[in-house]
């Protein structure tokens, strides 16, 4: 085979995390995005075979990446993915829970003529648990174990590998020092960077204010998955500054996940239980209503 020419940019993180706003400047300086719908649904089908998603609380058991249906859904995605890739370029993919299933997809393009790179977008984990609370309604326990359980999947596979960890903040205010920091991490030139580009970049740009994390979160609860999520965030962003930073830290962090995943995961069950059974009740007591208010209005009618 050939030697690759096209290179593919791996856009990772959870949606809430600022993936759009990384792949929308990256399309925008002359790196198109991989639309298939034939990919897409090969996707969320290995997704589905998987047992998990962009939002799942558990991590995917590492030996699930060696059973049997795994060849066969990595020959799917290459399938897939072949007639999409360019003979020499950029080109980018962005696809809900792709951290998830890199493994996969790394086996998947190991014999394609592409050279990928990753670009793993980071944002406060305190500002993701808020922009879910406000998406999804989820409780900030939820929320920050989802962000963990993204990041370590999309930090593990790829180290090593050619990567670049973007902050989602400096790409909010700082567009060109963010892709100075992609161009020079990843050592490739976006085709068509440049001021006009950036300026059309500030003008999609949401009217609304990012979701901001609260003034003081280590002055609430102690939560251990909070404390988890904040070294997490600073060792990423450690690297995204090229700073110095403990070489084992997600394995440690891993370690201390474990026993979080199960105590969390029975709490968050009876946690949706718990809403399911408040929002039967308020249903049940609206209906009451509506049957006084019913009685009521036909006896005035009547008098």
């Keep these: 085979m050939a030697p690759a020419t096209a290179r593919l940019l791996l856009v990772l993180g959870l949606p809430q995390a600022g993936g759009d706003q990384v792949r929308r400047a990256l399309e925008l300086c002359g790196a198109p995005h991989l639309a298939g719908a ?22 995917l058991p590492s030996r699930w990446f060696g059973s049997e ?34 493994p996969l997809w790394q086996q998947a393009m190991a014999g ?34 989802v962000w963990l359980q993204s990041t370590l999947a999309m930090e593990a596979p790829t180290r090593g590998q050619a990567r670049v960890v973007i902050e989602q903040e400096q790409l909010h205010w700082d567009p060109d020092g963010a892709l100075n920091r992609l161009e020079q991490g990843l050592n490739l030139q976006l085709p068509e960077r440049s001021h006009e580009r950036l300026l059309q970049l500030e003008q999609e740009r949401p009217e609304q204010p990012l979701a901001q994390a609260p003034q003081h979160p280590l002055a609430a609860e102690g939560s251990p998955l909070l404390q988890l999520a904040l070294e997490l965030h600073g060792w990423l962003q450690a690297e995204a500054r090229c700073q110095q930073r403990p070489r084992l830290m997600p394995e440690v962090i891993c370690q201390q996940l474990a026993w979080a995943e199960a105590l969390y995961g029975r709490t968050l069950v009876e946690e949706q239980q718990q809403r399911a059974r408040a929002e039967a009740e308020l249903a049940l007591l609206r209906s009451r209503r509506l049957v006084r208010l019913s009685r009521w209005l036909r006896r005035d009618r009547a008098a």
């Design 38 to 59: 034939g990919l897409m649904a090969h996707h969320h089908r290995a997704l589905t075979a998987a047992g998990t998603g962009w939002q799942a609380t558990r991590s």
């Design 69 to 102: 249906a795994v060849p066969a859904l990595g020959q799917q995605l290459a399938e897939e993915l072949a007639p999409l890739l360019p003979e020499h370029g950029l080109r980018v993919l962005q696809l809900p829970g792709l951290e998830r299933l890199l």
């Design 112 to 145: 394609l003529p592409v050279q990928p790179a990753y670009v793993l977008v980071l944002r406060h984990p305190l500002e993701v648990a808020e922009a879910l609370r406000r998406s999804e309604g989820w409780s900030r326990d939820k929320a920050l174990l």
